[in-house]
């Protein structure tokens, strides 16, 4: 079996938990790739696909949209997993049912499952718009994102692929 594990970032926080997930995938034995999303050209070679991005106002960023409306039907071929990381603090901001609007996105790709994982905030690389949205939230600057929690879903993925 081999496995893509594409990820969008924009400040390398959700590059991270892909990375992550691809070493599990790889140390359970499963030949996998770790790529930011504009590098994958086909996904022709992979049997499964983990495909994530960053959330930004309860969005994917454009360059993950993007891919899942080129690469579709492939993503629906085949074995697929989708996450998301962007909520921030605790309890985590915005809420879960908040978070994220990616309905579209799941009736497109028929995945396998998706998760939601916590973000990181660095205010010192935002950008004014997303310093704006982070105080709207109420948000404190850390690293909230639980890496027990995203080896142990990436531990499913590797079970289910392995099964």
Not at 135 to 145: C, H, I, L, S, W
């Given at each position: 079996m081999t496995a893509l594990v594409a990820a969008a970032s924009r400040y390398g926080s959700t590059d991270e938990i892909a990375a992550a997930i691809g070493r599990v995938l790889t140390e359970r034995g499963i030949q996998t790739e770790v790529a930011k999303?504009?590098?994958?050209?086909?996904?022709?070679?992979?049997?499964?696909?983990?495909?994530?991005?960053?959330?930004?106002?309860?969005?994917?960023?454009?360059?993950a949209r993007e891919f899942v409306d080129e690469h579709a039907s492939e993503l629906a071929e085949r074995r697929t997993w989708l996450f998301s990381s962007g909520p921030v603090g605790d309890p985590p901001k915005p809420g879960e049912e908040d978070a994220v609007r990616i309905d579209e996105i799941i009736a497109k790709t028929k995945p396998a499952g998706h998760r939601l994982f916590a973000g990181k905030v660095d205010r010192a690389v935002l950008g004014?718009?997303?310093?704006?949205?982070?105080?709207?939230?109420?948000?404190?600057?850390?690293?909230?994102?639980?890496?027990?929690d995203i080896r142990g879903w990436a531990e499913g993925i590797a079970d289910a692929i392995a099964g």
């Open positions: 999303i504009d590098d994958v050209d086909s996904l022709e070679e992979y049997d499964a696909v983990v495909l994530g991005s960053a959330v930004y106002v309860g969005q994917w960023l454009a360059p004014f718009g997303e310093r704006a949205v982070v105080t709207a939230v109420q948000a404190k600057e850390g690293d909230y994102r639980d890496w027990e």
